[in-house]
């Protein structure tokens, strides 16, 4: 939480010095100490496609799948596909089959980076199922199945299997976590695989290594790798027993919000990478978080080499566009972006919903800025609205104070001066110490505080009579309770929170978690509020 500033190369040096000499003293004084044994962290050793490509595609039988053509058994399914999700549905499974034949010209994964909201766990289990079926038909050999997924969303992927199938194509399903099945088949007295003593940096005894799960022949029935069976786990449990799950022959990892390894150089990441997969299938509305380097490595994990090198991605594609100055800049992306796709092609599929895709309701967007209207963004009168009284005197008090500050103050000042900027631009008098006390007259004295609130009880005022639901996201916490309680008090109904305190896993009777929040609120018939945090 602090800022550093190592503007002086010189203090620095003395720094990491004095540092490295204390360290130095305590394994000294510990040599013959098992605690002075140097520890690393233990990771799957991978080839990293950095310097150099240690991977590359052979011929690229993708180009020669006909897509629309691909058909598969709908029998079993609960529902029918919207036209979009058809074409997901085929795109996935002109992939996958490349993994049935017998020869090494397979394509190892692919991206889905639909919008959100568009289905794609539906489409990815469709996709699995009906290639578990083949493999079955085929008398190849069955594998298990791993779907990687936030915590939050493990529920939702094993109520979605419920939801889209007749009988479920797989054997059974393990929830990998801690509050559900993680204990059965964990061996006992372990711990997480990732803190393993070892000197020298690498394990070179692969019987040196230590395992936490039950994975192969001699556990029997008790073993977790079953054929066709689903195994749920979350980004952590992968980081923590990456060892055991990378033992197992997976016939289909699945990514969800794959944007958790957009990092080259996270553990969770790594781990990822070490999976043995027939297939990976990299599943996120967000390809690209904060820079293009998220993309090489998602697409790196999902088919190794197809973007080279991590530093000649950065040499092709980043550094035109670093170099590009200020008249260039939007063309030397746009160039960037025309390029990146032709050489991703169909590893990739993405469609937004400003794309008027056919069979669902268009999406529109509303500003109250004139000056920022397109053929896909329209003028809202009730959204344009200008910052009064102690909103813009606080607003114009935290510009005033950075840019009175002196060169050294003004460095420690800027991020948090740019936090209370976007706090005060939504409320000024955030306080969630007195929120609880309010009467019917304080929240409309409140609200009216902010041009943002105003415009906000405009916006739900229009939304209300037309007998419709609303999602409000907000970011912080204290804001979120504000708008709980004022906008509750308003309309005189519940408006309920989701946000990381929310219950992901029930762990008591008649708890709600956060699905059970959102089914009781699509339940809900008429007007009605519910506050999410975007993150």
């Known amino acids: 939480g602090q800022n550093i500033n190592i503007d002086n190369t010189e203090a ?18 510990n040599d013959d100490d098992e605690m002075g044994k140097e520890e690393f962290r233990a990771v799957v050793a991978i080839d990293a496609n950095d310097e150099c490509a240690d991977f590359s595609l052979s011929d690229n039988v993708i180009d020669q799948i006909d897509f629309p053509k691909v058909a598969f058994d709908r029998n079993n399914l609960k529902r029918t596909p919207f036209a979009h999700q058809l074409e997901g549905i085929q795109w996935l499974l002109g992939l996958l089959n490349t993994s049935l034949d017998d020869n090494e010209n397979t394509v190892p994964g692919g991206l889905l ?40 969303l493990i529920e939702n992927w094993v109520d979605e299997i419920d939801k889209t199938f007749d009988k479920s194509p797989f054997r059974d399903i393990v929830i990998l976590q801690s509050s559900a099945d993680l204990k059965t088949f964990k061996l006992k007295g372990s711990k997480t695989e990732t803190k393993q003593v070892f000197e020298e940096g690498a394990i070179d005894d692969v019987n040196a290594i230590r395992y936490s799960l039950k994975v192969g022949k001699e556990f029997g029935s008790e073993r977790l790798d079953m054929p066709n069976r689903l195994v749920l786990t979350t980004y952590d449990a992968l980081r923590d027993y990456q060892f055991s799950l990378g033992r197992i022959d997976w016939s289909v990892v699945a990514f969800d919000e794959a944007q958790n390894i957009k990092n080259p150089n996270t553990l969770v990441t790594r781990a990822s990478k070490g999976l043995k997969a027939d297939f990976k299938l990299l599943a996120t509305g967000t390809p690209v978080e904060n820079s293009l380097k998220d993309f090489w490595c998602l697409l790196d994990t999902a088919v190794p080499g197809l973007l080279g090198a991590w530093q000649d991605f950065r040499e092709s594609y980043i550094s035109p566009i670093l170099k590009a100055d200020a008249e260039t800049a939007l063309e030397s992306k746009i160039e960037v972006g025309k390029s990146i796709r032709e050489k991703v092609g169909k590893h990739m599929l993405r469609r937004i919903k400003e794309d008027q895709l056919e069979g669902l309701p268009p999406k529109y967007i509303w500003t109250g800025d004139a000056n920022l209207t397109n053929e896909r963004i329209g003028f809202s009168d009730s959204l344009s609205d200008y910052m ?20 050294e103050e003004k460095q420690k000042v800027v991020l948090a001066s740019l936090h209370a900027l976007r706090e005060i631009s939504i409320h000024p008098e955030v306080d969630d110490k007195n929120i609880f006390n309010l009467s019917i007259k304080d929240v409309k004295s409140s609200l009216d ?62 708890e709600l978690t956060r699905k059970g929040i959102i089914e009781e609120f699509e339940k809900r018939v008429g007007f009605g509020l519910i506050i999410m945090s975007p993150i």
């Not at 708008?483 to 008649?510: C, F, H, R």
């Open 449 to 510: 505080l902010s041009a943002k609130m105003k415009s906000l009880v405009l916006t739900l005022g229009q939304i209300k009579k037309r007998d419709e639901k609303v999602i409000i996201f907000a970011m912080s916490k204290k804001l979120q309770s504000y708008m709980s309680v004022t906008l509750g008090l308003m309309y005189k109904i519940d408006v309920p929170i989701i946000n990381g305190d929310t219950k992901a896993v029930k762990s008591t009777k008649g």
């Open 113 to 152: 980076a639909d919008d959100m909201g568009l289905g794609k766990t539906y489409m990815s289990l469709v996709g699995i199922g009906d290639y578990l079926n083949a493999r079955k038909r085929l008398k190849l050999t069955e594998k298990p199945v791993m779907i990687v997924a936030p915590l939050g």
């Open 388 to 407: 009064k009284g102690i909103q813009k005197q606080r607003y114009d008090d935290v510009i005033h104070s950075v840019r009175s500050a002196g060169k």
């Open 12 to 29: 620095v040096r003395k720094e990491i010095k004095s540092s490295k000499d204390r360290i130095t003293q305590v394994t000294e004084e």
